[in-house]
């Protein structure tokens, strides 16, 4: 089965780091691009970083560019998220999220195809 | 953060059918494929919708999907309890670089 587990989640004080990580498992992980994808309490869902297979290409929302950094290890089939300067509006369960592409003849696109169940970081002293 | 506009609640009785929006630009929705994620109360999103209006093995053919220009829309025909949920689209932003979702619509079975 695919599986993706996210772990790492923790209470962290404003302007504290974290690391969390997402272990893959039952697909081919570093054909993969990844996503990090986050949800307030109560709140919508908020994409906030993507990582090509290779890294060769990240994205940042503009919410969290220069304070989180994505990686990835395709030895181990493990995702990163690197969350520095941490803010009270970071609280969110933070979803690792596999991206499907498709190539045809006539058409290129993708899509978040596998959501992880999340880990939940809090941001409050 | 959302740039697609959802309604934020639709409703209907055992059976009916009902239809959630999902308004955007030409920067994503307008230039990109419509995706559409099902969250069950205390859940992960799931895939419902893919490229507009494929559904992924397993998801009933109750859901349909389509879009039009810088718009889409998600139809649930013959409403069941389970289908209580909340409903988000996606697609892929030019301008921002990256998957953009939609404010989100709860659907209450009533």
């Known amino acids: 089965d695919v599986q993706l587990v996210e772990s790492g989640g923790a209470l962290v004080q404003p302007g504290g780091s974290l690391r969390l990580s997402c272990a893959a498992s039952g697909f081919s992980f570093s054909s993969s691009h990844m996503n990090w994808v986050r949800q307030a309490p109560g709140k919508g869902l908020e994409w906030i970083s993507y990582?090509?297979?290779?890294?060769?290409?990240?994205f940042y929302a503009d919410s969290v560019k220069g304070r989180f950094t994505i990686s990835r290890d395709n030895v181990q089939n493990s995702l990163y998220l690197q969350m520095n300067s941490l803010r009270v509006e970071d609280t969110a369960v933070y979803y690792c999220?596999?991206?499907?592409?498709?190539?045809?003849?006539?058409?290129?696109?993708?899509?978040?195809?596998?959501w992880g169940k999340g880990t939940t970081v809090t941001v409050s002293s | 953060q959302s740039v697609l506009t959802q309604p934020p609640s639709a409703s209907g009785t055992p059976g009916q059918r009902v239809t959630i929006s999902c308004s955007g630009s030409s920067s994503d929705i307008g230039s990109h494929h419509v995706h559409w994620y099902q969250q069950l109360p205390g859940t992960a999103p799931k895939l419902l919708i893919y490229r507009n209006d494929l559904r992924p093995s397993g998801v009933p053919d109750r859901f349909s999907g389509s879009k039009s220009g810088t718009s889409a829309s998600l139809a649930i025909s013959g409403l069941r309890s389970e289908d209580e949920a909340y409903y988000y689209c996606?697609?892929?932003?030019?301008?921002?670089?990256?998957?953009?979702f939609g404010t989100g619509t709860r659907v209450s079975v009533l």
């Open positions: 990582i090509t297979s290779s890294s060769g290409t990240i």
């Open positions: 999220v596999k991206d499907s592409v498709v190539t045809t003849v006539a058409d290129y696109y993708y899509y978040m195809d596998v």
């Open positions: 996606a697609a892929w932003d030019d301008s921002l670089r990256g998957h953009v």
